[in-house]
Nanobody, 127 residues
Framework: QVQLVESGGGLVQAGGSVRLSCAASGLTFSRYGMGWFRQAPGKEREFVASISWGGNTAYADSVKGRFTISRENAKNTVYLQMNSLKPEDTAVYYC?????????????????????WGQGTQVTVSS
């Protein structure tokens, strides 16, 4: 049974930093592209960042230069380091796994391409 479990969310002040983790089990993690999405209250879920098997990355314009996605295959874990946080970053953050991903190409922003999803972790940024 595949499980993706996010952790690391919480309350942080604007300008602060948070690192999210997503631990995967029940799949060959090194063969999956991984992504982070988020959903703010009253809004659609949106793409944040993704990473290929080989470590190539892609980011939403709204987080470029502030967020960094990385993975540690030995620990079956993907991370999202979030710096210079803004109140508009407040959302539930989800990680997702894409089996159709490749070594070179980071998975894109299409939710339907992702095969598995975590339950999400809340990040609240206070002004």
């Amino acid at each position: 049974q595949v499980q993706l479990v996010e952790s690391g969310g919480g309350l942080v002040q604007a300008g602060g930093s948070v690192r999210l983790s997503c631990a995967a089990s029940g799949l060959t993690f090194s063969r999956y592209g991984m992504g982070w999405f988020r959903q703010a209250p009253g809004k659609e879920r949106e793409f944040v960042a993704s990473i290929s098997w080989g470590g190539n990355t892609a980011y939403a314009d709204s987080v470029k230069g502030r967020f960094t996605i990385s993975r540690e295959n030995a620990k079956n874990t993907v991370y999202l380091q979030m710096n210079s946080l803004k109140p508009e970053d407040t959302a539930v953050y989800y990680c997702a796994a894409d089996f159709s991903g490749s070594f070179f190409n980071a998975p894109g922003d299409v939710e339907a391409k992702y095969d598995y999803w975590g339950q999400g972790t809340q990040v609240t940024v206070s002004s």
